[in-house]
Antibody, heavy 121, light 111 residues
Framework: QVQLVETGGGVVQPGKSLRLSCVAS????????MYWVRQAPGKGLEWVAV????????YYADSVKGRFTISRDNSKNTLYLQMNSLRAEDTAVYYC??????????????WGQGTLVTVSS | QSALTQPASVSGSPGQSITISCAGT?????????VSWYQHHPGKAPKLMIY???NRPSGVSNRFSGSKSGNTASLTISGLQAEDEADYYC???????????FGTGTKVTVL
């Protein structure tokens, strides 16, 4: 069965960096686009970034553009989110999610359980 | 890119039908058939309920249906059940540079 497991969350000081990972199993990872979506405490879902199945296209929310980088290693079935210059408002549970297809279906059929990132001094 | 607009809360009694709206613009909801709906129970992973405006993934109850009119999409839950109590989010492709946007979210309460 499809599984997505996020790791790498934790407490980090403002201005510092953190890298999240999402290990996928149960499907052909290299055939699907992948997303990062976050939910701040008491807030709604917010899309963060998407990467096409082959890494050829990447898009970001305005709130993270220039600070976050999405990437993938299809040989390791792993999705990454490099987060730099972290701010308090980046505090959230971060979910990885699979696109219905290679990246251009704009719908997420499987989600991980999420990893909590807390930005605080 | 602003979030799509949803009512903060909707409630209904068991067995009733409720409808959640998702208002966007011609650059997102109105211009493309890439509207999805997600059910989110706190502390759990979100679940896809509807994609491409009105398609149900395998395993999703046919009590859930989606539609769109102009710049507004809707999710209808018929035969409301206690287990339907959750937060619901719409999402859409957008022709803006950000590509993708979620709705503000709606808390569904079963009375």
């Amino acid at each position: 069965q499809v599984q997505l497991v996020e790791t790498g969350g934790g407490v980090v000081q403002p201005g510092k960096s953190l890298r999240l990972s999402c290990v996928a199993s149960g499907f052909t990872f290299s055939s699907y686009g992948m997303y990062w979506v976050r939910q701040a405490p008491g807030k709604g879902l917010e899309w963060v970034a998407v990467i096409w199945y082959d890494g050829s296209n990447k898009y970001y929310a305005d709130s993270v553009k220039g600070r976050f980088t999405i990437s993938r290693d299809n040989s390791k079935n792993t999705l990454y989110l490099q987060m730099n210059s972290l701010r308090a408002e980046d505090t959230a549970v971060y979910y990885c999610a699979r696109d219905l297809c290679g990246g251009s279906c704009y719908s997420n059929d499987y989600w991980g359980q999420g990893t909590l990132v807390t930005v605080s001094s | 890119q602003s979030a799509l607009t949803q009512p903060a809360s909707v409630s209904g009694s068991p067995g009733q039908s409720i409808t959640i709206s998702c208002a966007g613009t011609s650059s997102d909801v109105g211009g493309y058939n890439y509207v999805s709906w997600y059910q989110h129970h706190p502390g759990k992973a979100p679940k896809l309920m509807i994609y491409d405006v009105s398609n149900r993934p395998s395993g999703v109850s046919n009590r859930f249906s989606g539609s769109k009119s102009g710049n507004t999409a809707s999710l209808t839950i018929s035969g409301l059940q206690a287990e339907d109590e959750a937060d619901y989010y719409c999402s859409s492709y957008t022709s803006s540079s950000t590509l993708y946007v979620f709705g503000t979210g709606t808390k569904v309460t079963v009375l």
